[in-house]
DNA sequence: TGTTGACTTAAACCATGGTTTAAGTCGTAT
DNA sequence: ATACGACTTAAACCATGGTTTAAGTCAACA
């Protein structure tokens, strides 16, 4: 199997060295090997896991919950129905915020409507005189 | 003109009133009027500007950012292009937010769809014992 | 008239999510 | 041999976005 040093991953994923770190401290990346030198090595596994982290972020999942799943992922296989109602549960709040902030386009919609009508009426006013 | 407390306003959007404090004091609300003992008095036109305030917050804008907006509306008629500029940028800011969110929820679905395999298959180990 | 309830302020406090610093350990290319 | 680059740690630091606290003012009702 091959392995990254942390260097290889941050770049992989144009994330900080200080950030994985940070993560793994925080428990989002449990069980990263040391090489002799007690440097990480990231397995094709841990860059999996990874992925799922950086999907759950990118999700806006608070770092605590990102933990709490990851826990359940190294309890392992009973926890699968735990892992599956929290996935399900955090999809409906992902599709909630989009349709807030899609919504929210709407009044933006609207402004940037307004704004161009007032410069025509500007530019309009500029031929006039 | 009828005029809201901030208690009123508070209730009606579902802000704390320390919120509608702080924005104030950010600069998120300017010109808001008081009474004659100093209490806060929210015009229509608060109230407005307080609804797009919420848009904005709800996608995500930095309150720096708002600010800055804010500062243009109070400025007047000549800073129309400058906003819509800023308008315009969100906007596409949020649909790349949004479409990033579309992309990682597909990560999730995929999650979730192996989780109910795997269940289905315990399920089935189990009927055969 | 006094005591609620709604408001005011400034300042302290808090959680979240990192980033930066300082001091040190390796491995390797010169 | 040594110096460089990549890595290690713990702890301090930072920005953002509020929330809480303490002390006080005011209006209206009992």
């Given at each position: 199997?091959?392995?990254?040093?942390?260097?290889?991953?941050?770049?992989?994923?144009?994330?900080?060295?200080?950030?994985?770190?940070?993560?793994e401290?925080?428990?989002?990346l449990p069980l990263v090997e040391?090489?002799?030198?007690?440097?990480r090595l990231f397995?094709?596994?841990q860059?999996?896991?990874?992925?799922?982290?950086?999907?759950?972020?990118?999700?806006?999942?608070?770092?605590?919950?990102?933990?709490?799943?990851?826990?359940?992922?190294?309890?392992?296989?009973?926890?699968?129905?735990?892992?599956?109602?929290?996935?399900?549960?955090?999809?409906?709040?992902?599709?909630?915020?989009?349709?807030?902030?899609?919504?929210?386009?709407?009044?933006?919609?609207?402004?940037?409507?307004?704004?161009?009508?007032?410069?025509?009426?500007?530019?309009?006013?500029?031929?006039?005189?």
């Amino acid at each position: 199997m091959k392995y990254c040093s942390i260097g290889e991953v941050s770049a992989k994923f144009n994330i900080p060295e200080s950030t994985l770190r940070y993560y793994e401290k925080k428990g989002l990346l449990p069980l990263v090997e040391r090489d002799e030198a007690g440097r990480r090595l990231f397995s094709e596994d841990q860059i999996a896991l990874l992925n799922t982290v950086i999907c759950l972020k990118n999700t806006q999942m608070p770092i605590g919950e990102i933990k709490r799943y990851m826990d359940w992922v190294v309890e392992g296989d009973n926890t699968i129905g735990l892992r599956l109602e929290m996935m399900k549960k955090h999809k409906q709040a992902v599709l909630a915020e989009i349709s807030l902030m899609m919504e929210s386009l709407e009044g933006i919609d609207f402004k940037i409507d307004r704004y161009i009508r007032r410069l025509q009426e500007k530019e309009e006013a500029n031929v006039q005189k």
